[in-house]
């Protein structure tokens, strides 16, 4: 599993590798895909993605993340070889389905759908962004208020 971002110029260049590596998926008897951060925000806080692109490799329920060259062969080599069972699998306290990581992934959801509603409130409404903020600022403390009380 890749994840990347169709601005980052690293996953640029990786994409042609990465290609060339999923035409073997079928020969190496594994499921070889990308995700694009950017239409799947949950994506980034449930595998803690801080730099692009990151690469995971899943087997029974455990995920372990290459660290590796970026070449074909390298990717093709990780898999046949097995060189995958001398990395450490991620721990379970920050596996993606664990209750840490789906409260990240949440939590980068919610700020996505605060960010469309930035959006919608200032170029489909013509609110002025001051006034998005205030609305915001209001729902804050609106909902500070109902869990104080």
Known sequence: LSSYAPWCP???NLQPEWEKFAEWGEDLEVNIAKVDVTEQPGLSGRFIITALPTI???KD???RRYHGARTKTDFI???SDQEWKS???VSSWFGPSSFLMSSMSALFQFSMWIRHCHGYLTESVGMPVWGSYAVFALATLGSALVLGL
């Open 10 to 12: 690293a996953c640029q």
């Open 56 to 58: 995971y490799h899943c």
């Open 61 to 63: 329920g455990e995920f």
């Open 77 to 79: 080599n990780f898999i």
């Open 87 to 89: 990395i450490e699998p």
